[in-house]
């Protein structure tokens, strides 16, 4: 049955699912077979839901879980997550966006979600980016727009500027300018590792997902988020690769990444527009205004009490943000 569902109108580079994928699912739906109450039941049949519209392609060697939802003839959206976040921190996104005519991509990174590890350990901007460049390729979908939100941004601002033929615009959500700070390069990438790979991916294996919800909501959140999205969330935590954490830490952290993102930014004519929480404590919003001031055609938007985890907090002004700029891009 799971073969079948993803075997449907794919290309010819679907790969079989990953073991991460098909465990997880088996969990889902042995829990299902099981005495649930009404509101874990439809959480859990929710993300049945989800898992079902899974595929897997190989991309520079590593199989990578996506999803492709909407009109096939629909201009392309690519939705790329954020730092130990998964493809299904956009599902509050995906059918509104398509339903409004856009064929909506959303994929995980390599190490990250359903994808497999990348054995070489190359969890870099720049092969981050290489693999979205060979997805787009191996969908052949065209020019795409490609929306962001955190470490993706990163990303998606290099696809940008290296690959300005293939990019339509440029959606960042909380991301701003982050200046190289030697202290903060040597500390921040062993305490942020330490905290998720031996603090909350223990305690979240253990099926306390409420101690990282708390951190998220006392340290990144302006907005509490319902139950479901905080376990669909922390399944990021599960599935992530710690030596992913570890890795894409110290790059966010290094002068060449940093120092290249001004640099990228100007290079980029493509329409662009940034969105920031004014609560956010990881990517300032005032960083944000002075990022999107070099700029050849960008627009800075500022969300009013909103943190660092906009696709959880709001996901209905991320969907109505989406679609005015989208819509504008396409006049």
């Avoid at 799971?2 to 699912?17: E, G, H, R």
């Avoid at 981050?128 to 060979?134: C, I, K």
Wanted: proline letters at 7%; a neutral charge; glycine letters at 6%.
């Amino acid at each position: 049955m799971l073969n079948s569902v993803i075997a449907v109108d794919l290309p010819p580079q679907t790969s079989m699912p990953t073991a991460k994928y098909t465990s997880y699912r088996a969990e889902v739906e042995t829990k299902l077979a099981g005495k649930l109450s009404q509101s874990e039941y439809r959480r859990l049949e929710h993300e049945l839901e989800l898992l079902r519209r899974a595929k897997f392609i190989e991309l520079n060697g590593i199989v990578h879980h996506y999803q492709d939802v909407g009109p096939r003839d629909g201009e392309p959206l690519i939705l790329v997550h954020g730092w130990d976040c998964s493809a299904l921190w956009w599902h509050h996104i995906i059918d509104p966006l398509a339903d409004s005519g856009y064929r909506v991509i959303s994929y995980d990174l390599k190490g990250h979600g359903f994808s497999d590890s990348d054995p070489a350990n190359g969890y870099t901007v720049a092969s981050f980016s290489n693999d979205l460049q060979t997805l787009g390729d191996a969908l052949d979908l065209g020019p795409q727009h490609v929306a962001a939100f955190s470490l993706g941004a990163f990303v998606a601002l290099h696809y940008g500027a290296t690959a300005p033929e293939r990019v339509r615009s440029l959606t960042f959500f909380n991301f701003s300018l982050l200046t190289y700070n030697r202290l903060a390069s040597a500390l921040l990438p062993p305490v942020l590792t330490t905290i998720f790979n031996r603090v909350l991916r223990p305690i979240t294996n253990r099926g306390m997902w409420w101690l990282p919800f708390i951190y998220a909501r006392l340290v990144l959140a302006q907005n509490t988020p319902p139950v479901s999205d905080v376990k669909l969330g922390t399944l990021s935590l599960r599935c992530c690769d710690p030596e992913a954490i570890r890795v894409s830490t110290h790059e966010l952290t290094r002068r060449e990444v940093l120092d290249a993102v001004p640099e990228q930014m100007r290079m980029v004519q493509q329409p662009t527009l940034l969105v920031a929480g004014t609560g956010d404590p990881v990517m300032r919003p005032a960083d944000g205004r002075k990022l999107m001031n070099l700029a050849q055609n960008g627009t800075y938007l500022e969300v009013p009490k909103c943190g660092h985890l906009i696709l959880f907090e709001l996901p209905d002004q991320v969907v109505q943000i989406l679609r005015l700029f989208l819509r504008g891009v396409r006049g």
